[in-house]
């Protein structure tokens, strides 16, 4: 039939036929884009058979959307025949390609993990190709790989053995103007079925993986393995020929031989089950060498370690290095320490509340951590070991928490408000469920995700396709205030995770718990540890004094079989997360984080378990332009701080030589009076003369959150510590030093956050200053009273400021879509009659945090989920509020969990604004470790517990 337009579409040309259909290439006239347009030739056109498998192929590629699988755009009929609208891919099929010859072998590697990918899509969708082949597989100019033609594909509704005939196969490779003989199209499938269905026997998922190997065979080698002269030749070849493995390439890796020996095994019950397994073989591009098992006094399979370059400069150890690809004839029995560096232009995010910790696969070949490229969002990057530079995971900014699926393929991760996953194979992103500052999770063998939804309460499990989230473990309140950092054992039921307490005081509770999933009986407390752990070699790791540790330990019965082996020291832990910062792999991979250069062991052990987090902390102060002035207390562990009303003194934070957090008042009378023109921008000038700074709090615990009364004789504080007197908010005067208990702590914690400009009211976060879903905002009469609610909404409210007139509250809170947060304005109730409390104002666009007022009320400005410093006009009309478009004014140091404060008008010719400066302490490094369980009877491994592992603040 002479067909120029079917519907919209006007056909251009014949690209094909075949025993199933006539292909068209047509121009789709709405969307003037190029279709690919499949019929069924006129004289098969009323097979009912022919037909039903004609639009069975139009469900199956309605049910796919992978980049490695062409599209189906839609159903047409057009003069009684019905005709399928398909993606067009530009380019030549593989077929087309092996006429020139076989594919390098890096190419052919990169194609058939792209063919894995689309046929692995089509598998998870209960779809079964059945002819999988050059002919049906297209090379886009871009050098993507697409899957086509599912003709004869079998869903799960197709199951009858009649439809293993082999007369009906769609390929659609024969010339136009080629007689589509019956032999013809038969010779172009039989070289790759698989036995069975040579056989005319029922087949399933694992025929695809045998068309597959004769696939990945022939772009190797440039032939079919199993190709004859005659159909029969080739059936016969098919079921009886050996495959011969001689003809591959030089430099063929192992590990690509085994894929080709697992795909064209015969008996299908010994073939790769997943085609997945196959994707994650193929990217392992190490050999198996033997290792010498210390724990266990036998060799085993291990990975081919590498040939290191290690360059100074500068002084500091800067470690490169490149996996060479090598066969090992002996047992490797020396260990192997790398160092991993960040990406060109980018800086790690490792450690705090918006951070990727770095994650190693468990075949130890590739690395994922976060990391901000030219101090833009962060997001995730992969190192493959094998490369020399990582490669950015599109769609992950501002992803936290990392983790690997069992398969390598995955990658979990946490968004402020979602858990999602990330395909490293299509590069794709999917969201799981909601997940409110998630905590951690692990993939289990069997497809779920334990997780924790948010830093307080227990353990949730959920299917990695999304699903309802079903409690696996319950907090104990008196102990522990979150379960966090699940690991799965491999091999298992079992499960680990860290309990620990943000009630200072209490850390002596801090343990890493043993689970059964499968099991309702309580999970078993194992090793006191303020971090998370991990399983493997037959070994608890854990971290102590920044030391890694590695304990033997029974899984099953949760008994240990002897004392702890040193691994590794100077490990970085996060005490603000509680995350041990290392990861290891099930074959001798080990990945942790390292102290920057300037903290040691020893100050950890003398200040507590988590001075090192903010050693190298500052306090910076900036111009109205973002020029970095002036540095104040410089390498000082630093949370928050508060900027006094005059502008002359900092109070702030910190922790002491005895592990208990005090606050320090540190004097900015001394700021520099060069004029702005002569301002270094790339160097912070720390003053010729630092006053020292004074202690102001001294009390055994934590004095936290120090607020500056509006007149600056007094500062307010949380104290959390012993028995020895009420937890609650104070007040103490600057002068004399009295004390003054304002409010007794209540169920939940109490944080003074900001004072009133008249001095009458206290503004107090309810249930932590950090971000969390359980905020609520509270005016404190300072005198006494009852407490006046402000926000009490169910979601996030914190970080509230009260303009300098004292008539409206600016805070940050969860936003009403998807839980985003956002910078809202609301009048302040104390000031306004009734009628008028009950409005409020969205000031920013996107994720901001923390609102600050300038002095004269006539800006606002906050930080957004990048750190950039945006600001707003404010314009009071009546009894209302305008807010300009926010504006963004410079990149800042702010991080998560940390602060910043305006100057008043007129102090300091430069200074503006003054921010906790986290930079340094994202100097933290990376390090890799080879054959670490060489360690486990090492000489080295003795270790003494030293000094004392101090208190967390909150």
């Given at each position: 039939?002479?067909?120029?337009?079917?519907?919209?579409?006007?056909?251009?040309?014949?690209?094909?036929?075949?025993?199933?259909?006539?292909?068209?290439?047509?121009?789709?006239?709405?969307l003037?884009?190029?279709?690919?347009?499949?019929?069924?030739?006129?004289q098969?056109a009323?097979?009912?058979?022919?037909?039903?498998?004609?639009?069975r192929?139009?469900?199956?590629?309605?049910?796919?959307?992978?980049?490695?699988?062409?599209?189906?755009?839609?159903?047409?009929?057009?003069?009684?025949?019905?005709?399928?609208?398909?993606?067009?891919?530009?380019?030549?099929?593989?077929?087309?390609?092996?006429?020139?010859?076989?594919?390098?072998?890096?190419?052919?590697?990169?194609?058939?993990?792209?063919?894995?990918?689309?046929?692995?899509v089509?598998?998870?969708?209960?779809v079964?190709?059945?002819?999988?082949?050059?002919?049906?597989?297209?090379?886009?100019p871009s050098?993507?790989?697409?899957?086509?033609?599912?003709?004869?594909?079998?869903?799960?509704?197709?199951?009858?053995?009649?439809?293993?005939?082999?007369?009906?196969?769609?390929?659609?490779?024969?010339?136009?103007?080629?007689?589509?003989?019956?032999?013809?199209?038969?010779?172009?499938?039989?070289?790759?079925?698989?036995?069975?269905?040579?056989?005319?026997?029922?087949?399933?998922?694992?025929?695809?993986?045998?068309?597959?190997?004769?696939v990945?065979?022939?772009?190797?080698?440039?032939?079919?393995?199993?190709?004859?002269?005659?159909?029969?030749?080739?059936?016969?070849?098919?079921?009886?020929?050996?495959?011969?493995?001689?003809?591959?390439?030089?430099?063929?890796?192992?590990?690509?031989?085994?894929?080709?020996?697992?795909?064209?095994?015969?008996?299908?019950?010994?073939?790769?089950?997943?085609?997945?397994?196959?994707s994650?073989?193929?990217?392992?591009?190490?050999?198996?060498?033997?290792?010498?098992?210390?724990?266990?006094?036998?060799?085993?399979?291990?990975?081919?370690?590498?040939?290191?370059?290690?360059?100074?400069?500068?002084?500091?150890?800067?470690?490169?290095?490149?996996i060479?690809?090598?066969?090992?004839?002996?047992?490797?029995?020396?260990?192997?320490?790398?160092?991993?560096?960040?990406?060109?232009?980018?800086k790690?995010?490792?450690?705090?509340?918006l951070?990727?910790?770095?994650?190693?696969?468990?075949?130890?070949m590739?690395?994922?951590?976060?990391?901000?490229?030219?101090?833009?969002?962060?997001?995730?990057?992969?190192?493959?070991?094998?490369?020399?530079?990582?490669?950015?995971?599109?769609?992950?900014?501002?992803?936290?928490?990392?983790?690997?699926?069992?398969?390598?393929?995955?990658?979990?991760?946490?968004?402020?408000?979602?858990?999602?996953?990330y395909?490293?194979?299509?590069?794709?992103?999917?969201?799981?469920?909601e997940?409110?500052q998630?905590?951690?999770?692990?993939?289990t063998?069997?497809?779920?995700?334990?997780?924790?939804?948010?830093?307080?309460?227990?353990?949730?499990?959920?299917?990695?396709?999304?699903?309802?989230?079903?409690?696996?473990?319950?907090?104990?309140?008196?102990?522990?205030?979150?379960?966090?950092?699940?690991?799965?054992?491999?091999?298992?039921?079992?499960?680990?995770?860290?309990?620990?307490?943000?009630?200072?005081?209490?850390?002596?509770?801090?343990?890493?718990?043993?689970?059964?999933?499968?099991?309702?009986?309580?999970?078993?407390?194992?090793?006191?540890?303020?971090?998370?752990?991990?399983?493997?070699?037959?070994?608890?790791?854990?971290?102590?004094?920044?030391?890694?540790?590695?304990?033997?330990?029974?899984?099953?019965?949760?008994?240990?079989?002897?004392?702890?082996?040193?691994?590794?020291?100077?490990?970085?832990?996060?005490?603000?997360?509680?995350?041990?910062?290392?990861?290891?792999?099930?074959?001798?991979?080990?990945?942790?984080?390292?102290?920057?250069k300037?903290?040691?062991?020893?100050?950890?052990?003398?200040?507590?378990?988590?001075?090192?987090?903010?050693?190298?902390?500052r306090?910076?102060?900036?111009?109205?332009?973002?020029?970095?002035?002036?540095?104040?207390?410089?390498?000082t562990?630093?949370?928050?701080?508060?900027?006094?009303?005059?502008?002359?003194?900092?109070?702030?934070?910190?922790?002491?030589?005895?592990?208990?957090?005090?606050?320090?008042?540190?004097?900015?009378?001394?700021?520099?009076?060069?004029?702005?023109?002569?301002?270094?921008?790339?160097?912070?000038?720390?003053?010729?003369?630092?006053?020292?700074?004074?202690?102001?709090?001294?009390?055994?615990?934590?004095?936290?959150?120090?607020?500056w009364?509006?007149?600056?004789?007094?500062?307010?504080?949380?104290?959390?510590?012993?028995?020895?007197?009420?937890?609650?908010?104070?007040?103490?005067?600057?002068?004399?030093?009295?004390?003054?208990?304002?409010?007794?702590?209540?169920?939940?914690?109490?944080?003074?956050?900001?004072?009133?400009?008249?001095?009458?009211?206290?503004?107090?976060?309810?249930?932590?200053?950090?971000?969390?879903?359980?905020?609520?905002?509270?005016?404190?009469p300072?005198?006494?009273?009852?407490?006046?609610?402000?926000?009490?909404?169910?979601?996030?409210?914190y970080?509230?400021?009260?303009?300098?007139?004292g008539?409206?509250?600016?805070?940050?809170?969860?936003?009403?879509?998807?839980?985003?947060?956002?910078?809202?304005?609301?009048?302040?109730?104390?000031?306004?009659?009734?009628?008028?409390?009950?409005?409020?104002?969205?000031?920013?666009?996107?994720?901001?945090?923390?609102?600050?007022?300038?002095?004269?009320?006539d800006?606002?400005?906050?930080v957004?989920?990048?750190?950039?410093?945006?600001?707003?006009?404010?314009?009071?009309?009546?009894?209302?509020?305008?807010?300009?478009?926010?504006?963004?004014?410079?990149?800042?140091?702010?991080?998560?969990?940390?602060?910043?404060d305006?100057?008043?008008?007129?102090?300091?010719?430069?200074?503006?604004?003054?921010?906790?400066?986290?930079?340094?302490?994202?100097?933290?490094?990376?390090?890799?470790?080879?054959?670490?369980?060489?360690?486990?009877?090492?000489?080295?491994?003795?270790y003494?517990?030293?000094?004392?592992?101090?208190?967390?603040?909150?």
């Open positions: 039939m002479d067909v120029s337009q079917i519907g919209p579409y006007s056909v251009t040309r014949e690209l094909g036929r075949g025993g199933m259909g006539v292909v068209y290439l047509a121009c789709d006239t709405r003037k884009r190029q279709v690919a347009i499949k019929a069924l030739p006129s098969l009323q097979d009912p058979d022919r037909l039903a498998r004609f639009e192929e139009a469900r199956v590629l309605a049910q796919l959307n992978h980049p490695n699988v062409a599209g189906i755009h839609g159903l047409e009929e057009h003069e009684g025949a019905k005709y399928l609208v398909l993606e067009y891919v530009e380019g030549e099929t593989l077929a087309s390609r092996l006429d020139r010859g076989p594919l390098p072998l890096d190419e052919a590697l990169e194609v058939a993990v792209q063919i894995a990918a689309g046929v692995e089509a598998h998870d969708a209960g079964v190709h059945r002819d999988l082949k050059p002919g049906n597989i297209m090379l886009a050098g993507q790989a697409k899957v086509l033609d599912f003709g004869l594909a079998q869903n799960n509704e197709a199951t009858s053995q009649s439809q293993t005939n082999l007369p009906d196969s769609p390929t659609i490779t024969t010339p136009a103007g080629q007689s589509p003989t019956l032999p013809g199209v038969i010779l172009g499938t039989a070289a790759y079925m698989s036995p069975e269905q040579a056989r005319g026997r029922r087949v399933d998922k694992r025929t695809d993986i045998w068309s597959f190997g004769v990945l065979y022939e772009m190797l080698v440039g032939e079919s393995p199993f190709v004859g002269e005659t159909v029969s030749d080739s059936i016969g070849a098919v079921l009886h020929k050996n495959l011969d493995l001689d003809r591959l390439p030089s430099g063929t890796r192992a590990n690509v031989r085994r894929v080709l020996e697992r795909c064209l095994v015969r008996d299908k019950a010994l073939r790769f089950r997943d085609i997945g397994d196959v994650v073989e193929l990217r392992s591009p190490t050999e198996d060498v033997a290792m010498q098992s210390p724990a266990r006094g036998r060799s085993r399979a291990w990975i081919a370690i590498a040939v290191v370059l290690a360059v100074a400069c500068v002084g500091l150890a800067v470690a490169m290095f490149t060479m690809k090598q066969q090992a004839q002996n047992a490797i029995t020396r260990v192997v320490r790398l160092s991993l560096e960040p990406p060109t232009g980018a790690f995010r490792l450690s705090g509340d951070s990727g910790p770095a994650v190693v696969s468990r075949d130890g590739r690395v994922v951590f976060a990391a901000s490229p030219d101090e833009s969002t962060r997001r995730l990057w992969l190192r493959d070991l094998s490369l020399p530079d990582a490669r950015e995971l599109n769609g992950t900014e501002g992803a936290n928490f990392p983790f690997w699926s069992f398969d390598g393929r995955y990658v979990g991760f946490f968004t402020p408000s979602e858990l999602r996953t395909d490293t194979v299509s590069d794709t992103v999917v969201t799981v469920c997940s409110s998630g905590r951690g999770g692990a993939w063998e069997d497809g779920r995700i334990i997780f924790a939804p948010r830093f307080r309460g227990g353990l949730v499990i959920v299917d990695s396709n999304g699903g309802e989230q079903l409690p696996l473990t319950t907090l104990d309140d008196e102990l522990h205030t979150s379960h966090r950092w699940p690991f799965v054992i491999p091999g298992s039921k079992h499960y680990l995770f860290s309990a620990v307490s943000s009630r200072a005081g209490e850390a002596t509770n801090n343990a890493i718990y043993l689970g059964d999933i499968t099991s309702e009986r309580p999970p078993q407390r194992l090793q006191p540890s303020d971090f998370g752990g991990a399983f493997a070699a037959g070994h608890l790791l854990y971290v102590r004094d920044g030391a890694l540790l590695a304990r033997p330990l029974d899984p099953v019965s949760g008994q240990f079989e002897g004392e702890s082996s040193l691994i590794a020291r100077d490990v970085a832990p996060d005490p603000g997360t509680w995350h041990g910062q290392f990861a290891v792999s099930d074959r001798g991979v080990l990945v942790y984080a390292t102290m920057p300037h903290v040691s062991g020893q100050n950890q052990r003398e200040r507590g378990s988590f001075a090192w987090d903010m050693e190298g902390d306090i910076t102060s900036f111009d109205y332009e973002g020029r970095e002035t002036t540095a104040y207390a410089v390498d562990p630093i949370r928050t701080m508060h900027l006094s009303p005059d502008g002359t003194t900092i109070a702030y934070e910190t922790v002491g030589n005895d592990g208990f957090i005090d606050i320090w008042l540190h004097p900015t009378a001394y700021t520099s009076d060069l004029t702005g023109e002569s301002i270094d921008p790339d160097r912070v000038r720390t003053a010729v003369i630092d006053p020292e700074p004074r202690r102001f709090t001294a009390l055994p615990g934590a004095e936290v959150v120090p607020t009364s509006p007149d600056g004789t007094e500062i307010a504080f949380r104290w959390d510590g012993d028995a020895t007197r009420p937890r609650g908010i104070y007040r103490k005067r600057i002068g004399d030093g009295t004390e003054t208990l304002v409010k007794v702590n209540g169920e939940k914690d109490d944080y003074p956050v900001d004072w009133t400009p008249d001095g009458k009211y206290l503004i107090v976060v309810v249930g932590t200053v950090l971000v969390s879903e359980f905020n609520d905002i509270w005016a404190l300072v005198d006494g009273g009852e407490m006046i609610p402000l926000v009490t909404s169910p979601g996030a409210d970080s509230p400021k009260v303009s300098p007139d008539r409206w509250l600016a805070y940050t809170r969860a936003g009403a879509a998807g839980g985003k947060w956002e910078i809202a304005v609301i009048p302040f109730a104390p000031a306004w009659p009734e009628h008028l409390q009950d409005r409020s104002w969205v000031v920013s666009q996107g994720i901001s945090h923390m609102p600050r007022w300038s002095p004269e009320g800006e606002l400005f906050f957004d989920q990048d750190g950039r410093l945006m600001g707003v006009d404010v314009e009071f009309v009546g009894d209302s509020i305008a807010f300009s478009v926010p504006r963004m004014m410079f990149q800042t140091p702010w991080d998560i969990g940390r602060n910043y305006v100057f008043p008008e007129g102090v300091g010719r430069d200074n503006h604004f003054v921010f906790v400066d986290v930079t340094r302490k994202n100097e933290v490094g990376l390090s890799v470790v080879l054959n670490w369980p060489i360690l486990l009877n090492s000489k080295q491994s003795g003494q517990r030293r000094g004392n592992v101090g208190q967390r603040g909150f």
